[in-house]
Each structure stands twice: as C-alpha cells, then as structure tokens.
C-alpha cells in the first residue's frame, strides 16, 4: 500500500522526440519544436528528456552540446580555443570524473551567485544599482569566499588522487615514488 506524503512534488519532465530526419517533437505540445525553443526550455529551467524516437537512446546530452555549439558559433564566444583544448585532454585521462565533478561544482557556484545577485538586485532603485556597480568586486569576492574554498578543496582532492594514480602506475613498473 502506498503512503500519502503531501510533501512530494509530482515532478513532470517533458519528452521530446527526436526523428531521423533531425525533427524534434514535443510529446507535451503535440508539435514539432526547433533547437532555439529547446533551449528556451533550458533557459526557463523546465525539465526535459529528448529521447530517439525509433530507439528510445537518450540523447538530451547531445541537443546539449548542439545549442552550445550554436551559441559558441553565433555570438559571443564563453570558451577560448584553449579551454576548449584543455577539455578535450581530459578525455580518457585519469582525471577525467574528477575534472568533471570540478567543473560542475563550479559552474553549481556560479549559478548559485548569479541567484543570490538576481534576488538582491530586485529591490534595488537605480541609485542602489550605482552603488552596487561600484562595489562589485568586494561584493563578488565575499560571495565567492566560500565557492572558491570549496573550489580549492576539490582541487586539491584531484592532486591527491592524481598523486595515488601516479604511485601506483610507478608501483606496477617497480618503481617507488
């Protein structure tokens, strides 16, 4: 027998359909939708699934990527061919997860500033809005404090095991670190 629990949110993630001939199709609205309104639902914080319509494959990460493409390609580029270059070397490296979980977090930090920013900014009068322009370095580095100490911790977890994966790949040819 299933408990009631009121304190549950019945959660809806949206399906979109995605056909061969590179259609996506929203199950919710019973019409077919383009890459720019999936990232309006992105941008509104809607949850959603885009699914291959003949094998069912999830391929949510993959219309990801596209929209960043796009959004790499059309305007202001976020990442430098650099950064970029130093993602790529992740890739089947040891630090793989661990510069993953690194990014993610960090990115959670940054989200979680551009919030509390966003909540504080809506009682401001233009005025306040001067003032908070003005002091916005001291204000972003005490916001930030603790993002960076975390950031900091993580990356020292990831020279550790970068440290423990090097003894023992040293281990296996005999060789002592």
Same mark, same amino acid.
Do not use: C
């Given at each position: 027998?299933?408990? =009631?629990?009121?304190?549950? *949110? @019945?959660?809806?993630?949206?399906?979109?359909?995605?056909?061969?001939?590179?259609?996506?199709y929203d199950t919710d609205t019973s019409s077919y939708i383009t890459l720019s309104e999936v990232k309006e639902l992105?941008?509104?914080?809607?949850?959603?699934?885009?699914?291959?319509?003949?094998?069912?494959?999830?391929?949510?990460?993959?219309?990801?990527l596209q929209i960043i493409l796009e959004e790499e390609t059309n305007g202001s580029p976020m %990442?430098?061919?650099?950064?970029?270059?130093?993602?790529?070397?992740?890739?089947?490296?040891?630090?793989?997860?661990?510069?993953?979980?690194?990014?993610?977090? @960090?990115?959670?930090?940054?989200?979680?500033?551009?919030? *509390?920013?966003?909540?504080?900014?809506?009682?401001?009068?233009?005025?306040?809005?001067?003032? %908070?322009?003005?002091?916005?370095?001291?204000?972003?580095?005490?916001?930030?404090?603790?993002?960076?100490?975390?950031?900091?911790?993580? %990356?020292?977890?990831?020279?550790?095991?970068?440290? =423990?994966?090097?003894?023992?790949?040293?281990?296996? %040819?005999?060789? =002592?670190?």
């Open positions: 027998m299933q408990s =009631k629990n009121t304190s549950e *949110k @019945n959660i809806h993630t949206r399906v979109i359909k995605k056909y061969p001939n590179r259609r996506l992105v941008m509104s914080s809607e949850l959603f699934v885009v699914l291959d319509a003949k094998t069912g494959v999830d391929l949510t990460r993959s219309i990801l %990442f430098t061919a650099p950064v970029l270059a130093n993602v790529i070397r992740f890739y089947g490296h040891a630090m793989q997860g661990l510069a993953g979980g690194y990014l993610e977090k @960090n990115i959670q930090s940054l989200v979680e500033i551009q919030t *509390k920013l966003g909540e504080q900014s809506t009682a401001f009068t233009p005025e306040m809005w001067a003032q %908070f322009m003005a002091l916005q370095p001291p204000v972003l580095q005490s916001l930030m404090g603790e993002n960076l100490e975390q950031s900091k911790n993580i %990356f020292s977890k990831m020279q550790e095991q970068m440290q =423990k994966q090097t003894g023992q790949m040293l281990g296996v %040819f005999g060789i =002592k670190s």
